[in-house]
């Protein structure tokens, strides 16, 4: 009985502590990071991957898992951009030259699931589709992501001097996702929620960067600051 009461204190479910968490974590040695947006935290919360140039000027994809002490390489990622995850946490998508692939988190084949001209971000939902922004002009595209030909995703607003969509993020129910609208009449980026469902959009501020949402908050760049703001994903 002693023994069996052991156990089970030994294998009893812990509480997740609350609070924030605070660490270092250290790139390669000879990596650094090329630019923004390629650092992105798994959905699970297990993982980080990000894409670094070694000091031969090669770009790759890395993951580093938080129980772990070092990162690791995925193969056949070179030229890897604008890492994201797949919902389970266990794919990760990216840009590579003119392509938007995936692999595994812990390698394997690379697949490419389309043609792109130049990734500026995308997001993967949990019913299997990935919206992407394939150039430096134009809507957001959508396309599922074992692979196909993509469809637009968003309305461009050329009356009012939209240009470019980029930086989606898709909300919980796997059918909305926040973009950023570059041109218009914004001093930086106009932040909106569209939809898999219609075109209908609603424009929540102005920001100055993508925008990511989680436990009830948007978090997001405006004026060189990191702000959070509530955010109530079901209205």
């Not at 204190?9 to 924030?20: D, I, M, N, S």
């Not at 699931?113 to 500026?120: A, D, F, K, N």
């Not at 396309?143 to 995703?153: D, F, I």
């Not at 950023?180 to 960067?209: H, K, M, P, Y």
């Amino acid at each position: 009985l002693v023994a069996a009461a052991g156990a089970w204190w030994a294998l009893r479910p812990r509480p997740v502590p609350e609070g924030g968490l605070q660490f270092t974590l250290p790139l390669p040695a000879g990596e650094h990071l090329p630019q923004f947006a390629n650092v992105v935290v798994s959905p699970d919360g297990r993982s980080v991957a990000f894409a670094s140039v070694d000091s031969l000027g090669i770009q790759a994809l890395w993951v580093r898992r938080f129980d772990s002490l070092a990162s690791v390489r995925l193969p056949g990622t070179e030229g890897a951009q604008y890492p994201f995850w797949s919902p389970d946490s266990r794919q990760i998508g990216f840009f590579s030259g003119r392509r938007l692939a995936r692999v595994g988190v812990d390698g394997g084949p690379v697949a490419t699931v389309c043609e792109i001209e130049l990734g500026r971000g995308a997001s993967w939902s949990r019913g299997g589709t990935i919206v992407f922004a394939g150039s430096s002009e134009g809507p957001l595209l959508r396309v599922p992501a074992v692979g196909g030909a993509p469809v637009p995703a968003t309305p461009l607003d050329t009356l009012n001097g939209e240009t470019s969509h980029r930086w989606p993020f898709f909300l919980p129910d796997g059918r909305h996702f926040l973009y950023a609208a570059i041109g218009g009449n914004w001093q930086t980026f106009g932040l909106f929620v569209g939809s898999l469902d219609s075109d209908r959009r609603v424009f929540l501020g102005e920001v100055g960067s993508g925008a990511a949402y989680t436990s009830g908050l948007l978090v997001y760049l405006l004026n060189g600051t990191l702000e959070a703001r509530p955010f109530d994903a079901h209205r």
